[in-house]
């Protein structure tokens, strides 16, 4: 599959407006994170997926020096069947190029076999929705929480949508400039990543992803984030009214192959 070809595949998706995303502003250490959503067929072949993950993608990726990825099944939210990966990128060029370098490794496509040879009547995902976020400045780089918070850890990703760019933007910056980040990590929702969607679905948006040791932890760091005073400072300021019009919330649970 040729460059020309990778981009012809993802459709619409190529085409999207760009806004707010220049190269010439991107920051040397601030990762591209591609998420990538399988909608996945009931029965024997739901697992189908996240076996190719741990078997044939992850060790591949890896190999190249792609690293911190994760995968991730559905807890509580969207009720259709569903794995979500997340890619992390150090540049575009990346981005572009990691499809092709994994079909020209003989060890992947073998590794890979069973998922790539799927049939129509038996398939190993139904459809495949992918989008891609350019990191925010105060958190550059995915972070990893395995090694503290073990193999018992919960996801939490949440998509913030705006109703037009710039306040899009506002919201952004109320997290990186007036420290909502900071008030994020001081009330124990650790974060994985940041991120501000360059394409995909729902935009304009900013995803993000925090993690807790289980779900009585979240509900307790949550509750505590509500009552920060750094919150309480910034919550209302006029410059940051209206800045959200919708928020979607979905609780995961890592793969025993997720590096996140």
Request: aromatic share 12%.
């Amino acid at each position: 599959m040729k460059r020309r070809n990778f981009l012809a595949g993802i459709g619409p998706l190529a085409a999207a407006p760009l806004i707010g995303f220049s190269a010439e502003t991107q920051a040397e250490d601030q990762q591209f994170i591609e998420i990538l959503k399988y909608k996945l067929p009931f029965g024997e072949n739901k697992s189908r997926t996240e076996k190719y993950y741990a078997e044939a993608a992850i060790p591949a990726l890896n190999k190249m020096g792609i690293e911190n990825i994760g995968v991730f099944n559905v807890m509580y939210g969207p009720n259709a069947p569903s794995l979500y990966v997340v890619i992390p990128h150090d540049s575009m060029q990346s981005v572009l190029d990691y499809q092709q370098k994994l079909l020209d490794d003989r060890a992947y496509m073998e590794a890979a076999g069973d998922f790539m040879d799927s049939s129509l009547s038996s398939p190993a995902y139904l459809r495949l929705e992918r989008g891609l976020m350019k990191a925010f400045k105060n958190m550059p780089k995915v972070v990893s929480p395995k090694p503290v918070f073990g193999d018992k850890r919960i996801m939490e990703m949440r998509i913030y949508e705006s109703h037009n760019y710039l306040k899009g933007q506002k919201k952004i910056d109320m997290f990186n400039d007036a420290g909502e980040i900071t008030i994020f990590k001081e009330t124990g929702l650790t974060p994985v990543f940041f991120g501000e969607t360059v394409f995909g679905e729902l935009m304009p948006n900013l995803t993000y992803m925090v993690v807790f040791k289980d779900m009585a932890e979240r509900d307790i760091n949550w509750a505590q984030f509500v009552k920060a005073p750094g919150w309480t400072a910034i919550k209302d300021l006029p410059e940051f009214k209206d800045t959200v019009s919708n928020i979607t919330d979905i609780i995961l649970r890592p793969a025993s192959c997720s590096q996140i």
